[in-house]
């Protein structure tokens, strides 16, 4: 930057109009003495304009960078420092200088969350993973810091996810459609040793039977028609020093568990079309949501890759048996939404955050996700209501005091009446079809039976 040989008000005029695009900054002379802040930086700080304006920097703030800057003419990037208010916070710091004199310097944040700090690793690593001779590898992009909840359940999730990590060991995981399972998975690989190597995520249920080996092992060129010239590395070999995750793992066809077994036994795989074993090294880390014993016992899943894949299990419970993660979940989504939309939510009148809590949801976390973005759209700012909540589950108020009567602050009361509203809709939507729905219930049929007599619905 450069300015004449002392910063005038103009300057700062034209210095704070342009930064406060980037979030804010705060600014100061060739003195030290903070000549401006933005209301950004007054905010994630702590101090107040007319308080700091003609302080020295130093004085109210220790750890910043830009005194070093103003020092030695050199811009510093990036830098983690702690703000007056004991928050970290990543700084960048220019000097502003005039006919080569240092005549002051200025501080702003391009990263505001840590939404934005993932979003610039993602981005680093694939400018890196783009480089030439640099192969484009799979991360992941979650830490156990994105597993909200303070219930039994997701803490001994949380603990085991601790526990495992270091290890070699295959880990399973159990849950319902929506409760987070790949979550735990990135978590499982973040904690490990191999945080710096690749994780490969595979959908099981996503691919053609009859291209899942491929997928998996790779093939060789000419292995069928269509095969690519030079031919294509498997997941497996795209996992090597990482994790791989198989997501859905009930989904395999018996040929592909076959093929699966052998390589977790012999950690080595066989492309499609070749005759030369790979040896490698990638640690297995698989998801369900129905347990593995009940495919066995139908048949459908072998008994010994089971073995193999359950080595280590972590199970997630359905969210309608956590309903206290239900509000910690609530503000944590708010806040993001409030960030990343642009909307002032502050929070939830206390029918819509008890109704929240009565509700089954059979999409679990997945559907909570939705249900409160909507919401926060809806709201825009203030409290969200129940009406804001309903807008969303497509029924009117009046239609909801209809067949909805609110159960008091009696939680597992509020349970069942939550349970039965949402199964009369399943059944109402199903046009009376059990089968169809319990599948819109995520529950099996026999499931669905049981709760029709448990709460007297006809």
């Known amino acids: 930057m450069v300015f004449p040989s002392k910063i005038n008000e103009s300057d700062l005029e034209s210095i704070a109009a342009v930064l406060a695009g980037i979030g804010g900054a705060i600014v ?38 830009l005194i070093k800057v103003l020092t030695t003419g050199e811009p ?18 220019l000097p502003v200088a005039s006919e080569g004199k240092v005549i002051g310097a200025v501080g702003f944040c391009l990263v505001h969350s840590k939404a934005d700090a993932r979003k610039l690793m993602r981005q680093l690593q694939e400018f890196l993973n783009n480089l030439p001779g640099n192969r484009s590898l799979d991360s992941a992009k979650y830490d156990l810091s994105a597993i909200i909840g303070v219930s039994e359940g997701i803490v001994e999730a949380i603990e085991r996810v601790k526990i495992i990590a270091p290890s070699n060991v295959p880990v399973l995981i159990q849950g319902d459609t929506g409760t987070g399972k790949e979550l735990i998975a990135h978590a499982l690989h973040q904690e490990s040793p191999r945080r710096h190597g690749p994780f490969i995520r595979v959908n099981c249920a996503a691919i053609p039977e009859n291209l899942i080996e491929s997928e998996l092992f790779g093939y060789n060129e000419g292995a069928f028609t269509g095969a690519r010239k030079g031919g294509k590395p498997g997941k497996f070999e795209l996992a090597n020093q990482g994790s791989i995750f198989l997501d859905e793992i009930g989904e395999l066809s018996r040929t592909a568990q076959a093929k699966l077994l052998r390589a977790l036994q012999e950690n080595e795989i066989e492309r499609v079309g070749s005759t030369h074993l790979i040896p490698i090294d990638a640690r297995v880390i698989s998801a ?33 048996e956590r309903p206290e993660d239900i509000p910690v979940l609530c503000h944590h989504f708010v806040d993001q939404y409030n960030r990343e939309n642009g909307t002032e939510i502050t929070g939830f009148t206390k029918d819509a955050m008890d109704f929240l809590m009565a509700y089954h949801w059979p999409g679990n976390v997945r559907e909570l996700i ?20 309903l807008r969303y589950l497509g029924v009117g108020k009046g239609q909801f005091l209809k067949n909805y009567s609110y159960p008091g602050f009696d939680l597992k009361t509020a349970r069942l009446e939550a349970e039965k509203l949402t199964i009369r809709h399943a059944l ?18 026999s499931s669905l039976y049981n709760k029709l007599v448990e709460l007297g619905i006809e």
């Not at 990037?77 to 960048?92: D, E, F, R, Y």
């Not at 593995?292 to 359905?318: C, H, N, W």
């Not at 109402?428 to 049929?445: M, V």
């Open 288 to 320: 369900t949501n129905q347990p593995l014993t009940k495919l066995v016992e139908e048949g459908s899943f072998r008994k010994d890759l089971m073995f193999r894949l359950a080595a280590f299990t972590i199970y997630i419970p359905p969210l309608r």
């Open 428 to 445: 109402q939507a199903s046009e009376g079809n059990r089968q169809q729905a319990a599948k819109l219930l995520g529950i099996s049929r």
């Open 370 to 389: 939705i249900a409160v973005e909507r919401a926060c759209l809806d709201a825009q700012q203030g409290d969200i209501t129940m009406t804001n909540i």
């Open 76 to 93: 510093i990037a990036s830098k983690v420092c702690q703000l007056p208010n004991g928050q970290l916070h990543m700084i960048t710091a």
């Open 28 to 65: 100061i002379d060739e003195n030290g003495i903070i000549r401006e802040i933005s209301p950004y930086y007054q905010r994630v700080t702590g101090l107040k304009r007319d308080q700091v304006i003609g302080e020295k920097i130093e004085s109210v703030w220790p750890d910043t960078p």
